[in-house]
């Protein structure tokens, strides 16, 4: 398994499905980035992808990217900087995570009033007690379910009783359970933490997730993907620097498994 093998898989549903649809917003906030499509029978579509963490001064092609086909952006998946893989992802997502996408429409919607964002640990903590567990990805107020599972957390940027990314190799392969935050394909660590998590009931997770099924050819047994709910509150709060702030009215959780 490669991070060549995955943008493959994605590169080629991403094509299959892109039909005629093409650009028509793109917003690259402080948090996230959204990609907004137009389809041939009027409707649109969006998807995200976690913001790079530095973004240059200069960047060539902004402000020409409306209009263009989305198969051409989504081939930004392979690209070398992180700001166009970014938009790549997003289109990618945008493309298929639509209402056409009957994997999506059929998941199960997760609902976590005052913490949405963190749905998925809510809706899989009754199975974690007395488990190994590991999660990929830093969760604001994830430390509320300390009380029902223990976990360690692995952060590219760790704080207070987080692990640095060098300690997946030794965690992942001891966990019974790994929670995989889905900007792990935007930074290109995905393919190695899917490797480490081969033996653990693995879930992949967050707003960056294609829900494609093909991602049980990559060891992954749960996806948690968004749908977005309210579009223009989506755009409204990533241009404003939200974070968090998306979950509940303006995309929501759903949960399904790859039998």
Same mark, same amino acid.
């Given at each position: 398994m490669n991070n060549i093998a995955i943008h493959a898989m994605l590169q080629s549903k991403a094509?299959?499905?892109?039909?005629?649809?093409?650009?028509?917003?793109?917003?690259?906030?402080?948090?996230?980035?959204?990609?907004?499509?137009?389809?041939?029978?009027?409707s649109c579509s $969006?998807?995200?992808?976690?913001?790079?963490?530095?973004i240059p001064r200069h960047i060539p092609w902004a402000g020409s990217l409306r209009g263009r086909h989305a198969s051409e952006l989504a081939g930004w998946l392979t690209m070398d900087d992180s700001a166009s893989v970014t938009v790549g992802i997003a289109t990618c997502n945008a493309i298929l995570n639509g209402p056409h996408n009957s994997l999506l429409q059929s998941a199960?919607?997760?609902?976590?009033?005052?913490?949405?964002?963190?749905?998925?640990?809510?809706?899989?903590?009754? $199975?974690?007690?007395?488990?190994?567990?590991?999660?990929?990805?830093?969760?604001? $107020?994830?430390?509320?379910?300390?009380? $029902?599972?223990?976990?360690?957390?692995?952060e590219k940027r760790p704080g207070p009783g987080d692990h640095p990314e060098e300690a997946a190799g030794t965690l992942l392969p001891e966990a019974d359970w790994v929670f995989i935050t889905a900007?792990?394909?935007?930074?290109?660590?995905?393919?190695?933490l899917l490797q480490w998590s081969a033996n653990a009931t693995t879930v992949l997770m967050g707003p960056t997730l294609p829900c494609v099924a093909e991602w049980r050819n990559?060891?992954?047994?749960?996806?948690?993907?968004?749908?977005?709910?309210?579009?223009?509150?989506?755009?409204?709060?990533?241009?404003?620097a939200g974070g968090t702030l998306i979950f509940g009215n303006a995309v929501g959780y759903r949960v399904l498994p790859l039998a």
């Open positions: 094509m299959e499905q892109a039909g005629d649809a093409h650009i028509t917003r793109v917003l690259m906030g402080i948090n996230w980035t959204v990609v907004e499509l137009g389809w041939g029978d009027g $969006q998807g995200l992808c976690f913001s790079p963490v530095a199960t919607e997760l609902l976590m009033p005052g913490q949405p964002h963190l749905a998925v640990f809510s809706h899989f903590a009754p $199975q974690l007690a007395g488990k190994k567990v590991a999660i990929i990805g830093r969760y604001p $107020q994830l430390d509320s379910f300390r009380e $029902q599972f223990s976990f360690d957390c692995i900007s792990a394909l935007a930074n290109g660590t995905l393919a190695r990559f060891g992954v047994d749960y996806l948690a993907p968004v749908q977005v709910h309210a579009p223009g509150l989506l755009f409204d709060i990533v241009a404003e």
